[in-house]
């Protein structure tokens, strides 16, 4: 009936138009230019209006193919990007991110060796704060990101308690009450590609390698993890 749309395959028929969200709706979104953040943008994108979409370069041997890989995706959902810079989080980095990231692991398990062979000590809070600061100066209600249950099993930044935690220190931070999202917090990998598929979402755009060269490694976890989500969500 009426303004009623036909879905054939799990995707929208060509032509056939999403409802627009919300105008008062709006929230920042952490957008790495990886899988698992593009596909969360497009799922808070849903509801709400990404009113801005933050990328960090803190020295990562990634940077330039992930900000390149993020100001596309921000494009594809008419919202603003920007870059911020972290110099001083290169004093930081794990022995693996030097240089071009030559010496990222190629892991065979991923477990806890390597998830400390890539650890960032900090880095998602400081990101937090410093979307939570945006989201506060422009009136958005939220901050999104990627965080989802595969990595949350090796990485406790991108735990549910995480999110839980970090929420609770910005009702203190900002007068606004901001909050963190994460849109795939129940999700594994293959749920994470099988999501952004219904979506629609740019993850042909996404860039999920560790390393930054002419193409993706193919052997790193990041790599690893993607390529077997793709695999495995078919």
Known sequence: MGNKRKAVGGKHRAGARRPSPPAHRR???LLSGGLDSVVALAAAAR??????CLTFDY???AAGREIQAARRVAGHYLARHQVIALPWYRELLPESFAGCGQRVPEPEVFGAESAEAVWVPGRNLVFIAIAAAWA???GCGEVVTGFNAEEAATFPDNSAGFVRAATAALGFSSLRKVRLTA???GLDKRGIVRLGRSLGAPVELAWSCYRGGAS???RCESCQRRAAAMAGAT
């Open 27 to 29: 929230f920042v979104a």
């Open 216 to 218: 993706p490694c193919g």
């Open 47 to 52: 509801a709400a209006r990404p009113a801005l």
């Open 136 to 138: 506060e100066h422009l």
């Open 59 to 61: 020295g990562q041997p």
């Open 183 to 185: 849109p795939l917090a």
